[in-house]
């Protein structure tokens, strides 16, 4: 699967999920990514297809159920690059 579209998800699709967008910029710029989009929404936008790679901080871990494991990250703190970092590096990795 090749990662062309992630999307962040927070309870509003405002707060967290865009604080981690930009996140993500940083950190795919780190990682020479440049053709990756990166959007920020509602846990409710969450769905299969939307998006290649679903971010979602793990307080939101159970209303993602229905997305497979090898498209989400989940964070244990949100403001962790590093976190961040090592595991979007790991989904590139994969592809």
């Known amino acids: 699967m090749a990662i062309k ?3 962040c998800a927070c ?3 405002l707060g967290s999920s865009l604080m981690v967008q930009m996140n ?3 950190v795919l ?3 020479g990514k440049t053709d990756v ?3 920020h ?3 409710s936008d ?3 297809g939307a998006a290649d790679l679903f971010v979602i901080g793990r307080d939101l871990e159970n209303f ?3 997305i497979p494991e090898e498209q989400k990250v989940i964070l244990v703190n949100i403001v962790d690059k590093d976190e961040l970092k090592t595991k979007l590096q790991e989904k590139f990795d994969a592809e």
Do not use: E
Request: glycine fraction near 8%; charge should be negative; aromatic fraction near 0%.
């Open 24 to 26: 993500i910029d940083d």
């Open 64 to 66: 993602v159920t229905d």
């Open 41 to 43: 929404t509602t846990i």
């Open 29 to 31: 710029r780190d990682l």
């Open 37 to 39: 989009s990166v959007d």
């Open 11 to 13: 309870g509003s699709g």
């Open 46 to 48: 969450v769905v299969p």
């Open 5 to 7: 579209k992630i999307m």
